[in-house]
T-cell receptor
Framework: NAGVTQTPKFRVLKTGQSMTLLCAQD?????MYWYRQDPGMGLRLIHYSVGEGTTAKGEVPDGYNVSRLKKQNFLLGLESAAPSQTSVYFCASSPGTAAKNIQYFGAGTRLSVL | GENVEQHPSTLSVQEGDSAVIKCTYSDSASNYFPWYKQELGKRPQLIID?????GEKKDQRIAVTLNKTAKHFSLHITETQPEDSAVYFC??????????FGKGNQVVVIP
């Protein structure tokens, strides 16, 4: 039982390049989330999903797209990377029920955009 | 949406002393308040949580208190140890099981 797995762990991009970050969970959780973490800013929600085939915008969605084609996977895409997107990205998942809304985090992806 | 404020931003304590971190939230509908610990270069990990129908919860050296009327909740760490040094994040739920996080507190335990 791996929990929440993120790939890749590190990536360096040039401005304008695109990439996809993959998040996979093996806990059969309904809800999945993408956050970015910047120094002094805490965790800010980019996009989230309440189930397979659904996505919704979070607090800072601009410049990102997401897809949830399979329940266990949540993909975060950057179509044209900008230096402002240099950050650490965390994926999380949650059972989604009111009684069990604990979020479990992946190990993070450190992204640098030059 | 929800707004969570965390104070102080940095807290230094002598080993063995207690540490207290306070958070305030804005959405009176919030009903779940977790605390996460993040060590340098690691993922945030849940250490304790509390629901709105409970005023206090303890787990060994860690406790959380909730004051719904004042909309604030606090993390208490007793008998601090060097391994308690980390960044601690509070959070509160809002619409559709989302969490709003505070900006984090750096706790430094001085041996």
């Amino acid at each position: 039982n791996a929990g929440v797995t993120q790939t890749p762990k590190f990536r360096v991009l040039k401005t304008g390049q695109s990439m996809t970050l993959l998040c996979a969970q093996d806990m059969n959780h309904e809800y999945m989330y993408w956050y970015r973490q910047d120094p002094g800013m805490g965790l800010r929600l980019i996009h989230y999903s309440v189930g397979e085939g659904t996505t919704a915008k979070g607090e800072v969605p601009d410049g990102y797209n997401v897809s949830r084609l399979k329940k266990q996977n949540f993909l975060l895409g950057l179509e044209s990377a900008a230096p402002s997107q240099t950050s650490v990205y965390f994926c999380a998942s949650s059972p989604g029920t009111a009684a069990k809304n604990i979020q479990y985090f992946g190990a993070g992806t450190r992204l640098s955009v030059l | 949406g929800e707004n969570v404020e965390q104070h102080p931003s940095t807290l230094s304590v002598q080993e063995g002393d207690s540490a207290v971190i306070k958070c305030t939230y804005s959405d009176s509908a919030s009903n779940y308040f977790p605390w996460y610990k993040q060590e340098l270069g690691k993922r945030p990990q849940l250490i304790i949580d509390i629901r709105s129908n409970v005023g206090e919860k303890k787990d060994q050296r860690i406790a959380v208190t909730l004051n719904k009327t004042a909309k604030h909740f606090s993390l208490h760490i007793t008998e601090t140890q060097p391994e308690d040094s980390a960044v601690y994040f509070c959070a509160a739920t809002y619409g559709n099981n989302r969490l709003a996080f505070g900006k984090g507190n750096q706790v430094v335990v001085i041996p």
